[in-house]
């Protein structure tokens, strides 16, 4: 049987399970990036495991903080579609948020607009 890595305690931030995303399947995706991906060492799929879970904590953070703003503890899509818009590190997915452009009276209106088509052009 394998025995985990360096990284393995290390990115585990003192929880019983290793990971909270699944490791084959991070695999899996991986493999399926490119046809020139043959190989993944064994730490490769931790390390984007655990830069997963932070990508998705800061940006759960940051809609919980703008529900939290509009005096609700339910998180709404709308939620999401606000902290992506008020982010710039976020811009990326503008244009997988922004499909309801009454966000909340249309906050960062230019900037998102501005960033959807240079997403738009990007991703096609």
């Not at 990971?19 to 799929?45: F, N, Q, T």
Request: hydrophobic fraction near 40%; proline fraction near 3%.
């Amino acid at each position: 049987m394998r025995q985990p890595g360096i990284y393995s305690g290390i990115l585990s931030s003192g929880r019983k399970e290793p990971h909270s995303l699944p490791l084959a399947r991070i695999k899996k995706i991986m493999k399926r990036s490119g046809d020139d991906v043959k190989m993944i060492s064994g730490e490769a799929p931790i390390v984007f495991a655990k830069a997963c879970e932070l990508f998705i904590e800061e940006l759960a953070r940051r809609s919980w903080n703008v529900a939290v703003q509009g005096k609700r503890r339910t998180l709404h899509r709308e939620d999401v579609a606000s902290a992506v818009a008020a982010t710039e590190v976020f811009d990326f997915l503008v244009g997988l948020v922004a499909d309801d452009d009454h966000n909340n009276g249309g906050g960062g209106g230019s900037r998102s607009n501005s960033a959807n088509s240079s997403a738009g052009g990007a991703l096609n």
